[in-house]
């Protein structure tokens, strides 16, 4: 069975750092796949590079088996692909609404143009994630950050993406919103939904994902069952080790 | 309820179109000319707003894009002998040419850098036509003697304004869609585009085509209407200015802005002049525009919009009793 989305011998430096070293990893369809480590691991830079936002110094990508390793971002999404940042970046001079109908615009200046925009996909897209009326109309400068994740959820969800790269979604959330967004993801993933998460946030993640990566200094360092990994003695090592450099609690999660 | 707001809006346009047509019948010669010229700025003005006031790539070069256009008309009539309906629009799709090659350096650079390379596109082009072929451009002195479209101030007036009603409409039905959206993205966060799946690539290209094309038209009727092209003052940082402030008074990012402030901005330039009749004038709608910028950063359009939003009801209320 080939992976429908698989990095192969990926590496990328920045200057003299080496945020991304040899990596290589598939996403079957279906399933939910977690990325984990510590700051800095290269978690970001492993999306980017799978979005075609930073070209890796080498290596290759394949979406259904096919190289595209050069083709542009924008035609990635096309074909299925999409992310969400760890940092929100929302149109801030456009409310939510009319966020989310960027998501589901088509490539076409004459379509854009030309066509009536039925609206019910975003609606239902923007209910989805909990998003009502009153939101709707609201500029992302009103938002919470927890707000602000789900808009840059809602608006990645409106490409109707194959594949959904999912980048720290937790952060900043509140225990309701993680509850929520957690039937989201699960209800998308029964009906058929790839994805990839990163997440600080070991706890929320574990019922999400069927298998995790671990990812320490740009290498991959671990891969498997949930459970299997976190017991492993290399990721301990490199979130303990992390965890006492920096005093963050990044093992929370686990216990 | 959008439904009634496009038709509110069609409302306003139509009241619009029709008082102005009605201003030769009181207006004075003087204030027809003034208008004239008014609508000319409003289109170039217009122009510059879908560039810059949409996508946020800052033109300084705009002048080089109605360059374009006055020389090719220009030279097509003086030495060819072309005929107006050969040349103009020759004139419009030479602009589009030019257009786009502008718009090559948006595709490695925005901000601050963007807006110095076209204004040495503008100089570029100034020393061209001093330097390369004065013989058909003219040179310093440029062309004069040129094929007039219309005689008198009047029916230039409702030509020119014909053509800037028909341009404006035309933009604001286009913007009005999802494109318009989709350009003020482009503006917001272009990288964010990009991740949503849109060629940011097409939407610039399409927003230059369309600003240059604007820009063609305005700038071949231009000639032909004064009769003569003269370098100096097409590439010139001053007209520039003008065209910038006109559509930033207005309301940039908007259609009715850029009209709003050219119209503003031609009759102040005009009253000031017994005042101060050298440069001294740029600094006055310098500073009215700081003024303005600083009220209301969206521009004179939505000072009114938030005027009309408040005495609307006031109105209403006395009509009712
Ligand atoms: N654009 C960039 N330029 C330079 N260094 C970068 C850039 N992006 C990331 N890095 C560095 O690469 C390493 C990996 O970063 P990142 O992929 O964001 O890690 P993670 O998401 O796992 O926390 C970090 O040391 C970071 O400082
Ligand atoms: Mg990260």
Redesign the pocket.
């Known amino acids: 069975m080939t992976a429908l989305l698989k990095l192969s011998g990926a590496s990328k430096k920045?200057?003299g750092?080496v945020?991304v070293n040899d990596v290589s990893f598939g996403v079957e369809k279906g399933e939910s796949l977690g990325l984990i480590?510590p700051?800095?691991?290269?978690?970001?830079?492993?999306f980017s590079i799978l979005m075609g936002e930073h070209r890796p110094d080498s290596g290759s990508v394949e979406f259904r088996g096919r190289p595209i390793t050069n083709v542009p971002t924008h035609r990635r999404v096309q074909l299925g692909i999409a992310r969400t940042h760890?940092i929100p970046k929302p149109f801030g001079g456009m409310d939510v609404f009319e966020n989310v109908r960027v998501g589901s615009m088509p490539d076409s200046i004459w379509r854009l143009i030309a066509e009536r925009e039925p609206e019910h996909a975003e609606w239902e897209i923007m209910e989805s994630v909990g998003f009502g009326e009153r939101e709707a109309r609201m500029l992302p400068g009103q938002l919470s950050m927890g707000e602000l994740r789900k808009l840059e959820l809602a608006r990645t969800l409106a490409t109707n993406p194959e594949i959904l790269l999912l980048d720290e979604v937790f952060a900043g959330l509140t225990v309701g919103e993680i509850a929520q967004l957690t039937q989201l993801l699960l209800e998308r993933k029964r009906q058929g939904m790839t994805y990839m998460i990163?997440s600080h946030d070991l706890r929320s993640l574990r019922p999400l994902v069927d298998r995790v990566i671990v990812?320490s200094f740009g290498s991959l360092i671990a891969e498997g069952e949930f459970d299997a990994v976190m017991a492993d003695e290399a990721v301990r090592e490199a979130y303990l080790g992390h965890a006492r450099t920096e005093e963050r609690g990044v093992v929370d999660g686990t216990a | 309820m959008p439904k009634s707001r496009f038709h509110r809006s069609l409302l306003y346009w139509l009241a619009f179109g029709a008082f102005m047509c009605l201003i030769p019948l009181v207006a004075s010669t003087g204030v027809v000319r003034l208008l004239i010229f008014a609508n000319f700025l409003a289109i170039f003005a217009m122009s510059w707003d879908i560039i810059s006031g949409r996508t946020g790539y800052i033109s300084f070069g705009h002048p080089f894009l109605i360059g374009i256009a006055g020389y090719t008309t220009a030279i097509l009539t003086r030495h060819l002998d072309a005929p107006l309906f050969v040349s103009i629009p020759l004139a419009v799709l030479a602009t589009l040419v030019g257009g786009t090659l502008f718009f090559l350096p948006a595709l490695r650079i925005r901000g601050t850098y963007f807006a110095l390379v076209t204004l040495a596109f503008m100089e570029l082009m100034y020393q061209l036509t001093q330097v390369i072929a004065p013989k058909i451009t003219g040179g310093t002195r440029g062309l004069s003697g040129l094929k007039t479209i219309i005689l008198g101030a009047v029916p230039n007036y409702y030509l020119t304004f014909c053509v800037m009603f028909a341009i404006a409409f035309c933009l604001w039905l286009i913007t009005r869609t999802r494109i318009g959206t989709a350009l003020a993205a482009i503006r917001m966060d272009e990288e964010a585009v990009t991740a949503l799946g849109l060629s940011t690539l097409k939407l610039k290209l399409f927003a230059f085509g369309a600003s240059a094309a604007v820009a063609g038209i305005g700038g071949a009727l231009y000639v032909h209407y004064i009769g003569s092209i003269a370098p100096r003052a097409l590439f010139d940082i001053n007209f520039l200015f003008t065209i910038l402030v006109a559509a930033l008074l207005g309301g940039s990012g908007t259609i009715a802005g850029p009209i709003l402030g050219a119209y503003f901005l031609t009759f102040l330039l005009e009253y000031l002049r017994p005042y101060l009749p050298g440069a001294e004038r740029y600094f006055i709608y310098g500073a009215i525009t700081l003024v303005v910028y600083v009220l209301e950063p969206r521009g004179l359009h939505s000072i009114l919009e938030r005027a009309y939003g408040k005495l609307s009801p006031i109105v209403a209320r006395g009509l009712a009793k």
């Open positions: 920045f200057g750092l945020a480590g700051n800095g691991a290269g978690k970001t830079t492993t760890q990163v990812m």
